[in-house]
Nanobody, 120 residues
Framework: VQLQASGGGLVRAGDSLRLSCAAS??????TGWFRQAPGKEREFLAA????????FYADSVKGRFTISRDYAKNTVYLQMNSLKPEDTAVYYC????????????????WGQGTQITVSS
């Protein structure tokens, strides 16, 4: 399956943004969102199972970010509210067939990444 992430951009602190991750075909894979800032390791943010019935969040974004899935559109979203300058990073979506996971090496399929820059 191929993934395409979109929706990044330049925003101000406190703004909201919604990222989309479109899959090339319908899949039963779980999907996760990660981000990577310059000089830092890739960080897990959130994951959702294939049906959308289960979600899992990193503590750092719990309450600010929401992951959701539109199964009919083969698309997973990441709604991000109250953005902060420290949220500046390249955001990636990824998929894997083993269920919810928070480690990057558990994901087999990756999108190309979309840049988010949050100005103060």
């Amino acid at each position: 399956v191929q993934l395409q992430a979109s929706g990044g951009g330049l925003v101000r602190a406190g703004d909201s943004l919604r990222l989309s991750c479109a899959a090339s075909k319908r899949t039963s894979a779980a999907t996760g969102w990660f981000r990577q800032a310059p000089g830092k390791e890739r960080e897990f943010l959130a994951a959702i199972n294939w049906s959308g019935s289960s979600t899992f969040y990193a503590d750092s974004v719990k309450g600010r970010f929401t992951i959701s899935r539109d199964y009919a559109k083969n698309t997973v979203y990441l709604q991000m509210n109250s953005l902060k300058p420290e949220d500046t990073a390249v955001y990636y979506c990824a998929a894997q067939d083993q269920g919810l996971a928070d480690r990057a090496n558990e994901y087999a399929y990756w999108g190309q990444g979309t840049q988010i820059t949050v100005s103060s």
